[in-house]
C-alpha cells in the first residue's frame, strides 16, 4: 500500500466547515465522497509523526500545529480518495476532567457522533507509559457510542529504561485495564496496532488496515 499524494484540504472549527457536506434528509441513493479516518490522541502522543510517517510527507502534519489549527480539525486528502483527519490532541492526564468536559469534548465528540462519513477513528496511545485515565475515559466513550475505532500504540521503539517498563508490558496492561474491561471477549476488541514512527514499524499494517476497510 502506497501514499502516492497527501494534501492539505481545510481546516474546520465547526462540523459544517468538514468536507462532504451531509447529504440531505430524504437522500436515498448512493453516498458518494471520501470517507474519514481520524487520528486522536494526548498531546505529545506522537501523532504528528506518525502522520508525517505513514503519508511520507514531511511538515504535512506541521499544518495542524500552525496557530489557529491546533485545535481545528484539519482534513487532509490521501491519494485523492481517503481523508486523514487530525484531531487536536486532548491534552495531559492531569487535566482530564476539564479537558473532557470543555475544550476537546465539545467539538469532537460532536464530530464523531454527526460525521456520517467517518469510517474509523485510530486512537494513539503512548507505549512508552502506563495505562492513562483520560486514554481509558476516551476509549470507553467511543465503545459506548458506538464508533469504530482502534488502537495504535506509538513509540514502540523506545527501549526499556528506568523510567518505565518497555511498551509490551504497557500494551498488555492497557489491553487487560481498559479493553477487557469494555469487551467481554477479544475477537470483538478493537484493532490493535504497534507502531514507531523512528523505525516505521506498523506503517504498512495501518495503510492496509485502511485499504481494507475502505473497500467493504
Ligand atoms: P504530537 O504532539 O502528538 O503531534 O507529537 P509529536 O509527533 O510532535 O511527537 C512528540 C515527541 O515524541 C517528539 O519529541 C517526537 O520526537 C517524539 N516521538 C514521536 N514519535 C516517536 C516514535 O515513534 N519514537 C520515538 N522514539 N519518539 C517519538
Redesign the pocket.
Known amino acids: 500500500t502506497r501514499v502516492r499524494s497527501a494534501r492539505y484540504v481545510v481546516s474546520s472549527v465547526t462540523i459544517d466547515q468538514c468536507p462532504n457536506p451531509p447529504t440531505p434528509p430524504n437522500f436515498s441513493g448512493k453516498w458518494v465522497g471520501f470517507p474519514d479516518f481520524a487520528f486522536i490522541?494526548r498531546?505529545?502522543?506522537?501523532?504528528?509523526?506518525?502522520i508525517n510517517s505513514i503519508t511520507g510527507t514531511d511538515g504535512l502534519?506541521l499544518v495542524s500545529k500552525t496557530p489557529g489549527k491546533t485545535k481545528a480539525i484539519n482534513h487532509f486528502l490521501i491519494n485523492e480518495c481517503w481523508y486523514l483527519v487530525d484531531l487536536p490532541?486532548y491534552g495531559y492526564a492531569k487535566t482530564v476532567g476539564r479537558q473532557m468536559r470543555d475544550v476537546w469534548a465539545n467539538f469532537t465528540m460532536q464530530y464523531f457522533l454527526e460525521r456520517r462519513c467517518l469510517c474509523n477513528v485510530f486512537v494513539?496511545i503512548d507505549g512508552t507509559v502506563p495505562t492513562q485515565e483520560i486514554d481509558r475515559q476516551v476509549v470507553t466513550w467511543l465503545a459506548d457510542n458506538d464508533i469504530p475505532h482502534s488502537i495504535v500504540f506509538?513509540?514502540?521503539?523506545?527501549k526499556n529504561k528506568k523510567s518505565g517498563p518497555p511498551y509490551s508490558l504497557n500494551v498488555e496492561a492497557f489491553k487487560r485495564d481498559v479493553l477487557a474491561e469494555i469487551w467481554d471477549d477479544e475477537e470483538s476488541m478493537p484493532q490493535v496496532f504497534i507502531?514507531?514512527?523512528?523505525s516505521n514499524q506498523g506503517k504498512q499494517a495501518l495503510l492496509g488496515y485502511i485499504k481494507r476497510l475502505r473497500s467493504v
Open positions: 490522541g498531546s505529545n502522543v506522537g501523532k504528528s509523526s506518525l502534519a490532541g494513539l506509538t513509540k514502540c521503539d523506545k507502531t514507531s514512527s523512528v
